[in-house]
């Protein structure tokens, strides 16, 4: 069996710097966690490279709790929790694979993300971004994993997943305003070969499909990315903005674009008129971002809201 072509060197490497919190032994022919992280840092080191800085701690149910430019975002200590997504004006939970099956979050010592183990071959690895994304990896670890990977939405009325040609996922309002986006899938095996992957969608539930073959090198890594459209802004966010309208590196923190680590961010002017605006009126700031499909031509609006 190919199980890790990686295990004896880069997970040693790797987990020299990284300590468990509150890990249970693996099941057989599961990889351990330090093993999946390892397996993620080998295929696409950028997951990690990008994770938030600083999260904002833990709850009863939250493994791990972050507030990114107006997006709250909560991992679940038990996978049957879902990761949930708040904006200030609209709620997303995404259900996570095998959540029934799967043990409890193994906190890891990489801001941001968690390990759980579904116990079937298979590892997902969630890990908030610094610009309010989450990259949801999964690991297979040998032939026996499932190639299947359902991720079941909590969808509010009229709601809907739609696909793109692109085959990429929109969540779209009742209205028709995209919500938040799915990046197009990937996978790849532990030497980088592509590895055949799709979505499907039906009903509420986005699924992943991982056809390897018995030529991939495992571990296997593939990783949907969810992306918030639309935030609204709160009356403290507002203020906070507004105290620091005339320092524009600092408004970069409220505004998380998905491409501003390659952009030279500064405050714009829509940004600050609606900013002072809802100032003056004691309202709300909404943004919503226009993914033209490439950085330079994508943007924000910004509405006041009550």
């Known amino acids: 069996m ?6 004896a060197g880069i997970t040693v490497a790797f987990a020299m710097g990284t300590t468990l919190v509150g890990f249970a032994p693996a099941e057989p022919d599961s ?20 994770t938030i800085g600083s999260p904002n ?34 709620e997303l939970t995404i259900g996570l694979p095998y959540s029934d099956q799967a043990r409890p979050a193994a906190e890891v010592h990489t801001p941001g993300v968690v390990v759980y183990d579904n116990r079937n071959g298979s590892s997902t690895v969630p890990a908030i971004q610094s610009d309010g994304s989450i990259r949801i990896s999964t690991v297979l670890a040998d032939p026996g994993a499932p190639k299947r990977y359902d991720y ?7 709601e809907r997943l739609r696909a793109n040609p692109d085959h990429s996922i929109d969540l779209v309002a009742s209205d028709g305003t995209t919500l938040g986006h799915f990046d197009a899938p990937w996978a790849k095996d532990a030497d980088g070969n592509p590895v055949p992957t799709w979505y499907e969608v039906k009903g509420d539930t986005l699924t992943q499909m991982v056809d390897f073959s018995t030529e991939a090198v ?7 990315t969810y992306k918030t459209y639309v935030i609204t802004y709160s009356r403290a966010d ?19 674009l998905p491409y501003l680590g390659s952009i030279a961010c500064s405050a714009p002017a829509a940004l600050s008129s609606a900013v002072s605006q809802a100032h003056y009126q004691s309202k709300r700031v909404r943004a919503t971002y226009w993914d033209c499909g490439y950085n330079y031509c994508s943007y924000y609006t910004y509405a006041v809201v009550s």
Do not use: Y
């Not at 190919?2 to 295990?7: F, H, N, P, Q, V």
């Not at 079941?152 to 009229?158: A, H, I, K, N, V």
């Not at 203020?239 to 998380?256: G, L, R, S, T």
């Open 57 to 90: 701690g833990t709850g009863e149910s939250d493994a791990m709790r972050a507030e990114v430019g107006g997006t709250d975002i909560s991992l679940p200590v038990t996978a049957s929790g879902g990761i949930e997504v708040s904006t200030g004006s609209h």
């Open 218 to 224: 495992f571990p296997i890594v593939a990783d949907p």
């Open 31 to 50: 990889l351990t966690a330090s093993e999946a992280l390892a397996a993620v840092n080998h295929v696409a080191p950028e997951v990690l490279e990008q």
């Open 2 to 7: 190919r199980r890790s072509k990686i295990a």
């Open 152 to 158: 079941p939405m909590d969808l509010g009325p009229g």
């Open 238 to 256: 507002v203020e906070q903005m507004w105290k620091m309208i005339n320092n524009i590196n600092n408004i970069c923190h409220f505004v998380p």
